[in-house]
């Protein structure tokens, strides 16, 4: 009872240690956070895939689908770098449909797209991992496999009966996987969380709307870790920024005293250049606000294209749909 009265009495005193000591503990709390999100916002899918037929088991549902030709290869649909729900400048490709496939390739290199993706860690997006095929014969295992992450291809061993395990990680955009009978596509599966469709469709089939499959997703956990992921992810980096801002404020403390001493130490008050009834500090200072005025006026131009208020007109475009 007494170390928790002393904790009390502590957390209660106003310190910087106390402070920075919570702000630590906020910042393990939210690691370990970020990090059971992101192991749960997966989706699992297995593949069995026989001589003459095909099926694929995925939130809970399984489909199947009957092959004229045993298949020999699995395709994955790849995932570009830039084809986001919600990409960096606003656009999206759920309702406004407002993504410039060619501007994002464009800026995809520079070193703030770069950044951006980075904070977001995009590129984790829609990503195949933790692929296992294991392949039976006469009831027997013959070979066991694992391949890397984001594998682009798969070969199917000649055997009756071949599993494919892999795992889909943060699933967002739409992906798929091709089945290949030799050199023709035997059956396409496609996952598609934005127009709700999960479909296993013979041949090369393209799926225009929710009823070529079946209502997808139907679980709900791995979408809700993808919003605590998130969540916590924008509450580390709100920690590190004002990590960044104590800093540069201690620094800033830390010239002044400095100034303050070589002052007394001189005889003579530091004072800067003046121009024009400014003095030193003051164009310091007019420095400082027309460089963030050029920062701000380069985002609005190259970032988002000299659309005002994004989030806004998109909520009101919505709307008016």
């Not at 606003?90 to 309702?95: A, E, I, K, R």
């Not at 991992?129 to 294991?134: F, G, V």
């Not at 070969?155 to 992906?175: F, G, H, K, Q, Y």
């Not at 002052?263 to 164009?283: F, K």
């Amino acid at each position: 009872m007494r170390g928790w009265r002393l904790a009390l009495a502590w957390l209660g005193r106003p310190s910087a240690w106390r402070t920075a000591a919570l702000a630590a503990l906020a910042f393990a709390a939210l690691l370990v956070t970020q990090a059971g999100a992101f192991r749960a916002a997966k989706l699992d899918v297995t593949l069995t895939l026989t001589r003459d037929a095909v099926g694929v088991v995925a939130d809970g549902t399984t489909l199947s689908l009957a092959l004229a030709q045993p298949p020999t290869e699995l395709r994955l649909t790849p995932q570009g770098a830039t084809p986001r729900e919600i990409q960096v400048d606003g656009s999206d490709s759920l309702n406004n449909f407002d993504q410039d496939p060619s501007w994002l390739a464009r800026v995809s290199g520079t070193p703030w797209y770069g950044f951006l993706a980075w904070m977001r860690d995009m590129s984790s997006y829609s990503r195949w991992e933790d692929a296992a095929i294991i392949a039976t014969r006469g009831g027997q295992v013959i070979s066991r496999q694992q391949t890397g992450d984001n594998p682009a291809r798969i070969t199917l061993p000649e055997a009756d009966s071949t599993v494919v395990r892999l795992t889909l990680r943060r699933p967002e955009a739409a992906t798929g996987i091709e089945v290949h009978c030799g050199a023709a596509t035997c059956a396409e599966i496609t996952l598609d969380r934005n127009n709700r469709v999960f479909a296993l469709l013979p041949g090369a089939t393209p799926v225009a709307d929710s009823s070529a499959g079946v209502f997808f997703p139907r679980q709900p956990w791995p979408f809700f870790a993808m919003v605590v992921y998130d969540l916590a992810t924008a509450g580390l980096w709100c920690l590190a920024l004002l990590a960044l801002a104590t800093a540069l404020t201690a620094a800033l403390a830390w010239l002044v005293r400095l100034a303050r001493m070589w002052r007394s130490v001189s005889r003579r008050r530091l004072r800067l250049p003046a121009l024009h009834g400014l003095d030193g500090w003051d164009l310091i200072a007019l420095a400082l606000t027309l460089g963030s005025l050029l920062w701000t006026a380069y985002i609005a131009r190259n970032v988002l294209l000299g659309y005002p208020h994004i989030l806004d007109a998109s909520a009101y475009y919505f709307q008016a749909r």
